[in-house]
């Protein structure tokens, strides 16, 4: 079986699919699957997100250009919407009659959509509609996902596979002799993760000998948003922003971590959040991720997306003694090791795309 795998970028600062799009072509591959892996950008070239193996391929250039070099695929597998790559890999299927896979990856969630509203609004009805409509199948992380996409009138047909994660080789918890815990936030600063009303809570609580790092690449300057509101609420020596972090350094942020903190608005699945459990860390996150596995598996707090609700779980999980959190934390990383192991997520979409290829 040939699959061609899109995704718009795999530079690390475009955020969670930059990872977990080329990792499922890796655990594809893996199972026998042939994989080509193109973006708009070239990215699948350069970046480091990217590890070229026996049966994945990198691809270069234009739509057709790829295509071209990978030869007629069974099934075409994008990932995202709105962009123009995403209308021609679209006509392209069509055109070839190709049966096109497209995952939704939080692009459809009511924060999204707002987020400059007006022109999505005319995208959809110019194009990206009709482009679902006419897809073989429509791909969410979570059910919420799905539902969000139903009431858009989108009749699927679905299929819920959430991302796979991997586990550390070997986790190293930094717990003795700290003279202050760690709370850490790692994803995208980006306005729909809701570092203000986290900094708002952070300041009216201030637990003691605690500091909060915020890492992750800039989007739209919020970064110097965030600088400024630190400052306006004196919490320069309570509150780091570490900007992004990437290999050895990001493992050493986990590994120091007592606390992950991800106080989003929306989600459609939170990759971050399985990371910090995957290195057993506790979680505190909003309803805006669907990771009601957090209270069911009693691994973190999963609140309301409001100041209240995010001060009220930080002050719970602070005031948490470090050994109860070390367990949740434990629980975190087995849950994780047994609901989202690569290799389980790669078979499910192998079968999803044996049903569409016949």
Request: hydrophobic share 45%; proline share 7%.
């Amino acid at each position: 079986m040939k699959v061609f795998l899109a995704g718009a970028s795999f530079d690390p600062s475009y955020g969670g699919p930059a990872y977990s799009v080329p990792r499922l072509g890796e655990a594809l591959a893996e199972r026998g699957i042939e994989i080509g892996l193109w973006s708009p950008g070239n990215t699948a070239l350069t970046a480091p997100t990217v590890s070229p193996r026996p049966a994945l391929t990198p691809l270069g250039g234009t739509l057709a250009e790829a295509l071209a070099r990978f030869g007629a695929p069974d099934v075409i597998h994008d990932n995202g919407i709105w962009m123009p790559h995403n209308q021609q890999i679209a006509r392209a299927a069509r055109k070839r009659r190709i049966p096109r896979v497209v995952s939704l990856r939080g692009m459809l969630e009511p924060w999204a959509l707002r987020h400059r509203r007006w022109k999505k609004k005319l995208a959809w009805a110019l194009y990206q509609g009709r482009d679902l409509r006419t897809a073989a199948l429509l791909h969410a992380t979570a059910e919420i996902e799905a539902d969000n996409a139903r009431a858009l009138g989108l009749q699927g047909p679905f299929v819920t596979i959430a991302n796979g994660v991997d586990l550390p080789a070997s986790v190293t918890r930094q717990t003795g002799g700290k003279p202050r815990r760690t709370a850490l936030f790692l994803s995208r600063v980006h306005p729909k993760k809701g570092l203000p009303m986290l900094l708002a809570a952070w300041a009216k609580l201030r637990p003691a000998a605690w500091e909060l790092v915020i890492a992750g690449p800039d989007e739209d300057g919020h970064s110097a948003e965030l600088a400024a509101q630190i400052e306006a609420l004196s919490l320069g020596g309570e509150v780091r922003l570490a900007g992004p972090i990437y290999g050895d350094a990001k493992h050493a942020l986990f590994a120091a971590a007592d606390l992950f903190v991800l106080p989003t608005y929306s989600e459609n699945f939170g990759i971050a959040i399985a990371e910090a459990l995957a290195y057993e860390i506790p979680v505190l996150t909003t309803r805006g991720a669907p990771w009601e596995l957090l209270e069911t598996h009693r691994c973190g707090w999963w609140v309301d997306p409001t100041e209240a609700a995010i001060l009220a779980g930080l002050r719970t999980a602070t005031e948490t003694p470090d050994a109860v959190r070390r367990e949740m934390g434990q629980r975190g990383s087995a849950m994780v090791a047994e609901q989202f192991d690569w290799g389980g997520i790669a078979m499910q979409f192998q079968r999803a795309y044996q049903a569409l290829a016949g």
